[in-house]
């Protein structure tokens, strides 16, 4: 679980890097576009300049409608660049979400931890220092075990508003960074170009509804696992608790966000073989653990 602290500092840094692109250079989605426009342009004209060389040689004269296909293709993305970031609003609005409705649940959620934590840590003050009995000193190490659980929820759930503010913020960017890579001769940048914008629109609809993915796939409402959690007050209530609670946030806080992820990244794969012609990379880290 450390390695999501390193990912939330690595999408900050990818959020700071798109950031200074749209704003510190002065660049925006659409000088990226205008660029792609005159790549298309020159891939173009290799290709017709490939196509009726004089020269017998098939492995060069491939290319040429290749690389003219492939120049009126991202022409075409270029031009209903602005189609595309309207569409993806009205699905995202059709779900019936929102990123704030997103943020605000995620962040309700990484409260509930921080009570659940503070109370916990509590329960282990009193057993560090408090004279008691043996056996129940006995449950120091289990109880600090389960307070550093809880802390890795509450990364886990800062990891997701870290990937939704990345996302939030550069997906215009991204998506048209993924039109100048399909825009590039010899299909040099066509698959991940194809990846990028794929990932960039499925995580941008997609994302904003996890937090009641989380809901309806946990067996408990996250709302009783708060009830739980808030009625740690004492050592006994605290055991019950953990013997009960520990598997449900298991599911609801690890499993189900992580299943819900992997939806949406082969839903990107998918749309990016579609759009790209072959299998790429997912462009965000969402291999935890």
């Known amino acids: 679980m450390d390695c999501i602290r390193y990912y939330s500092i690595f999408l900050n840094y990818l959020y700071c890097v798109a950031s200074g ?71 995202q609005s059709l779900l019936g979400v929102s990123w704030t409705t997103f943020y605000s649940s995620i962040l309700q959620l990484q409260v509930q931890m921080f009570n659940a934590l503070i109370q916990i840590k509590s329960v282990y003050y009193i057993i560090t220092t408090v004279k008691i009995s043996m056996a129940l000193a006995l449950l120091a190490d289990p109880v600090l075990q389960f307070s550093s659980f809880v802390t890795d929820i509450i990364f886990l759930l800062q990891f997701f508003i870290d990937l939704g503010e990345f996302i939030q913020s550069t997906f215009m960017i991204l998506i048209a960074i993924g039109i100048l890579l399909l825009s590039l001769p010899f299909r040099i940048g066509k698959n991940i170009g194809g990846t990028l914008i794929s990932s960039s629109i499925v995580f941008y609809i997609g994302l904003p509804y996890l937090p009641i993915f989380m809901q309806n796939m946990s067996s408990s409402t996250l709302s009783q696992m708060e009830a739980q959690l808030s009625s740690i007050a004492n050592l006994n209530t605290l055991i019950e608790t ?27 794969l998918g749309l990016g073989t579609a759009i790209g012609g072959s299998s790429g990379r997912m462009p965000f880290p969402l291999d935890l653990f």
């Open 21 to 91: 692109i749209m704003t510190d250079s002065g660049y925006s989605p659409f000088y990226i576009l205008y660029i792609a426009i005159n790549i298309a342009g020159l891939t173009y004209a290799l290709g017709a300049l490939f196509y009726g060389l004089p020269i017998p040689i098939y492995g060069l004269k491939k290319w040429g409608p290749k690389m003219m296909s492939d120049a009126i293709y991202a022409a075409v993305w270029i031009n209903i660049y602005g189609a595309v970031i309207s569409v993806i609003g009205k699905l």
């Open 242 to 268: 953990v013997a009960g609670i520990v598997p449900e946030l298991v599911i609801a806080f690890i499993i189900v966000p992580m299943l819900y992820l992997s939806i949406l990244a082969g839903l990107s």
